[in-house]
């Protein structure tokens, strides 16, 4: 987690080759903690696998992941 949250889009953070960014997850618990870690693995491997992927981040998401939502 990050303070601010979404991170800021000129943060050191976003830069670094090290680092890969996943969503919030607010409540994550025992019950929906390896649901998400899977859909996650199965994502990354079909793009990387040239696969077209399930979950796609829509424009508005990609603005606030970008620190760039006004919303």
């Known amino acids: 987690m990050f ?3 979404p991170i800021p889009a000129d943060s050191e953070v976003r830069q670094l080759p090290n680092v890969f960014l996943s969503p919030h997850i607010a409540s994550f618990s025992q019950l929906c903690g390896p649901r998400f870690f899977t ?3 199965d994502e990354l491997e079909r793009f990387f696998g040239g696969h077209e992927t399930m979950f796609d981040i829509t424009p508005r998401g990609l603005a606030n992941r970008r620190g760039l ?3």
Do not use: K, R
Request: charged share 20%; aromatic share 12%.
């Open 3 to 5: 303070d601010p949250e």
């Open 69 to 71: 939502s006004s919303a």
């Open 39 to 41: 859909f996650m693995v």
